[in-house]
């Protein structure tokens, strides 16, 4: 009797260790899934494509930006970016977003007669 008690008490007590694990890998699995958001962005006359970017509030966010027919730059007040991207490179800009809302970016690299236009969105959902 002393034995099977012992190996009920055992088996809780591994029981609980394994609920406690289970339950510590989908919180580390949903961690990551929330992890770094990468979005490629190609830079041309004069748009931004895709012109508008969605995240989560709280995301690391891994823009990869491709300028293909000019030197470009991506402004992007509401979180202290302005990142020129020359002709035929790439360049990544990281950030996390950290505030909810619609947040608009632009061009700023005067890159000809409709730079004025280039505008893109940001938004930012809770």
């Known amino acids: 009797m002393n034995m099977l008690k012992m190996m009920l008490i055992g088996l809780t007590i591994l029981s609980l260790a394994s609920a406690r694990t289970v339950a510590q890998v989908a919180e580390d699995a949903g961690t990551s899934m929330q992890g770094v958001h990468e979005i490629q962005v190609t830079l041309r006359k004069y748009e931004f494509s895709p012109g508008s970017l969605r995240v989560r509030k709280g995301e690391q966010v891994r823009l990869v930006m491709t300028a293909v027919d000019h030197d470009h730059g991506f402004k992007l007040d509401d979180f202290d970016i302005n990142q020129k991207v020359s002709k035929g490179t790439t360049v990544v ?34």
């Open 93 to 126: 800009v990281k950030f996390t977003a950290d505030k909810a809302g619609t947040f608009q970016f632009r061009c700023s690299n005067v890159c000809g007669l409709g730079h004025r236009n280039m505008k893109g969105t940001l938004v930012v959902e809770e």
